[in-house]
């Protein structure tokens, strides 16, 4: 089956510039996760779907992070405006919704904050 | 909070034994994972432990005891190739998310 596709697979952008990830999960899986991943640290969630609803984006920093997952399967994550904290690289990942065992992760898109 | 912790760096030559340690912090959880994750590349699923003891797929074994909070991914002769990343996760009842540890970078060296 293919894998959990994320693009762009780098993107490099001035402070207070506006960037969007996208997304497109494993065929069939209801649940979708967007981590990020500062160099050196474990993925933290950031916000996590069932289907096109929203389950937890307790971790997302609302006042510049958007995500959307329209009908369920695609999903994007926007930074507006950027900070040079958000230097990390955002994984996608996916999963059945019933399986406790493991997600399929995505490559990941670096971002670098200049 | 919940919380996993791991040692940062491990070293080993090759064909060695390596024992990468996990120990949590967490309320009530399904099960430990282990992940492995190489430089640029995305986070793989290496196995997952649901009860407590040992599982072993390979040339990797898995342990957990849930009353000492503790966990380990074992790496039995080691191949270059296992350089990497690792890192131990938990699905939390609670919350349901998979939480990750702080990851322990494995070098493997001739």
């Known amino acids: 089956e293919a894998g959990v596709a994320q693009s762009p697979r780098y993107k490099i952008i001035e402070k207070r510039q506006s960037v969007a990830f996208w997304c497109n999960p494993i065929s069939g899986h209801a649940t979708l996760y967007w981590y990020q991943q500062i160099l050196g640290q474990g993925p933290k969630l950031l916000i996590q779907?069932?289907?096109?609803?929203?389950?937890?984006d307790s971790q997302l920093p609302k006042d510049r992070f958007s995500a959307e997952r329209l009908k369920g399967v695609d999903s994007t994550l926007k930074i507006q405006p950027a900070k040079l904290e958000d230097s990390a690289v955002y994984l996608c990942?996916?999963?059945?919704?019933?399986?406790?065992?493991?997600?399929?992760f995505g490559s990941g898109t670096r971002l670098t904050v200049v | 909070g919940q919380s996993l912790e791991q040692p940062s760096e491990v070293t080993a030559v090759e064909g060695a034994i390596v024992q990468i340690n996990c120990t949590y912090q967490?309320?009530?959880?399904?099960?430990l994972s282990w992940y492995q994750q190489h430089d640029g590349g995305a986070p793989t699923f290496l196995s997952y432990?649901?009860?407590?003891g040992l599982e072993e797929t390979g040339r990797f074994s898995s342990f957990l005891s849930r009353s000492d909070s503790y966990g380990y991914l074992l790496l039995q002769e080691l191949q270059m190739k296992d350089s990497a990343s690792y890192f131990c996760a938990v699905r939390s009842y609670n919350t349901d998310k998979l939480i990750f540890g702080t990851g322990t970078r494995l070098q493997v060296f001739p």
């Open positions: 967490t309320s009530g959880f399904y099960g």
């Open positions: 779907f069932q289907n096109n609803g929203v389950v937890d």
């Open positions: 990942a996916s999963s059945p919704g019933t399986n406790l065992y493991g997600y399929t």
């Open positions: 432990n649901g009860l407590d």
